[in-house]
T-cell receptor, first 111, second 111 residues
Framework: DTAVSQTPKYLVTQMGNDKSIKCEQN?????MYWYKQDSKKFLKIMFS???????INETVPNRFSPKSPDKAHLNLHINSLELGDSAVYFC??????????FGSGTRLTVV | TQLLEQSPQFLSIQEGENLTVYCNSS?????LQWYRQEPGEGPVLLVT?????EVKKLKRLTFQFGDARKDSSLHITAAQPGDTGLYLC???????????FGKGITLSVRP
């Protein structure tokens, strides 16, 4: 009965590969987010969807493409992975901006 | 760009001590949230404050939102080893807006 679940927890892949991270929330929240946490623990927003519609798209390389098939799911696909993409990626959901519920993260390592 | 500065960056104290940490900005936020993150997990929401001057208590933790809604403080009374973690503050500009995170405060409480 996890509120926000991400898979996989760990992802190790070679440069140039394409990979996807999946996220699902069972909280009934309308808004979902992808955040990237770098090695210094700084969390930076990447994308936000509200009821399947993209509402926030920060300056992110177009190799990153989010997809929201329904308001409970927000997936992240990354093409042509680079070393600098190594980080922890967090999915989150909220009924508003007044309280996020985060998943436990996906640690991506590009070698 | 709204920035949140957290201080101190690192704090190591003995069990039983009191501490106060800060989150400051030159921007006004409609809400400010505090999260705690433990290794290998996502941030967990501790509190949301929305009114200037608001004070909220969560057991031994006391949160205050500045009168001008630009800053916040977190005071922990009689810290315990279980309080160890990364404390993140985040400011929101309104419903469904992105949260801007500070870089976090790493707290270590020694038994």
């Amino acid at each position: 009965d996890t509120a926000v679940s991400q898979t996989p927890k760990y992802l190790v892949t070679q440069m140039g590969n394409d990979k996807s991270i999946k996220c699902e929330q069972n909280l009934g929240h309308d808004t979902m987010y992808w955040y990237k946490q770098d090695s210094k623990k700084f969390l930076k927003i990447m994308f936000s969807y509200n009821n399947k519609e993209l509402i926030i798209n920060e300056t992110v390389p177009n190799r990153f493409s989010p997809k929201s098939p329904d308001k409970a799911h927000l997936n992240l696909h990354i093409n042509s992975l680079e070393l600098g993409d190594s980080a922890v990626y967090f999915c989150a959901s909220s009924p508003s901006a007044y309280g996020y519920t985060f998943g436990s993260g996906t640690r991506l390592t590009v070698v | 760009t709204q920035l949140l500065e957290q201080s101190p960056q690192f704090l190591s104290i003995q069990e039983g001590e009191n501490l106060t940490v800060y989150c400051n900005s030159s921007s006004v936020f409609s809400s400010l949230q505090w999260y705690r993150q433990e290794p290998g997990e996502g941030p967990v929401l501790l509190v949301t404050v929305v009114t200037g001057g608001e004070v909220k208590k969560l057991k031994r933790l006391t949160f205050q939102f500045g009168d001008a809604r630009k800053d916040s403080s977190l005071h922990i009374t009689a810290a315990q080893p279980g309080d160890t973690g990364l404390y993140l503050c985040a400011g929101g500009a309104g419903a469904n807006s992105k949260l801007t995170f500070g870089k976090g405060i790493t707290l270590s409480v020694r038994p």
